[in-house]
């Protein structure tokens, strides 16, 4: 994995060089660039799919309903909110309207490619322990590929000498459930796969 040039430049920079991004045509009926926001050095980054309609408004990622379900789940887990960077594989929002409502559409391989080199240099700012991919948007733009969730979730993958990666679903799908019984058990098996990012954590910890 390269981290080049792109280290040496401020998330605030980046952030405002993604502002006027164009790479793809997602930027035509978004409202703003949604970049990543945590600390600089942050142990883990959270990689989610795109904003959502909240996010796009907002201007910020996991603001709306899926950011307050990881939220709890990062409580849950022993994990501050603001002690981790969030971001998305795709920094617009991707929609198809419905009279007066804007209704999510899944991003295509293209578009993640051409936003890839965003995650890239936040990567490279950042520089952190561990990159939580969740859903399959983002475990293919954090590994360069299609990466099923299932056959690669809840253990550590090593990115680079310095870099583990850990794959789970997207919170977003734990609101998508239909019964009650699901949802309780997949947001348990969340809170599982959250709490080995905070084992990974506590060992750092120690090891400092």
């Not at 899926?66 to 994990?79: P, S, Y």
């Not at 809170?191 to 080995?196: A, G």
């Amino acid at each position: 994995m390269k981290r080049g040039r792109s280290a040496s430049l401020s998330l605030s920079a980046l952030r405002e060089e993604a502002a006027g991004c164009r790479a793809c045509h997602l930027w035509k009926d978004a409202t703003q660039t949604v970049f990543g926001e945590g600390p600089k050095h942050a142990p883990i980054m959270l990689v989610g799919e795109q904003p959502g309609d909240k996010e796009d408004l907002a201007g910020k990622p996991f603001v709306g309903p899926a950011g307050q379900m990881l939220d709890r789940a990062l409580e849950e887990a022993g994990i501050a909110r603001n002690t981790v960077y969030v971001t998305n594989a795709v920094k617009h929002f991707k929609f198809m309207p419905r009279g007066k409502i804007r209704l999510h559409q899944k991003p295509n391989t293209p578009e993640i490619r051409a936003c890839r080199p965003w995650y890239e240099r936040e990567l490279a700012a950042i520089k952190p322990a561990l990159v939580v991919a969740m859903g399959a948007t983002a475990a293919q733009s954090v590994f360069g590929k299609i990466t099923p969730i299932g056959k690669n979730r809840g253990h550590l993958i090593d990115l680079d000498e310095s870099t583990k990666a850990l794959v789970t679903v997207h919170p977003s799908y734990l609101l998508r459930l239909p019964g009650e019984e699901a949802r309780v058990r997949e947001y348990e098996n969340f809170v599982r796969d959250m709490k080995i990012a905070a084992a990974l954590l506590h060992q750092l910890h120690r090891a400092a």
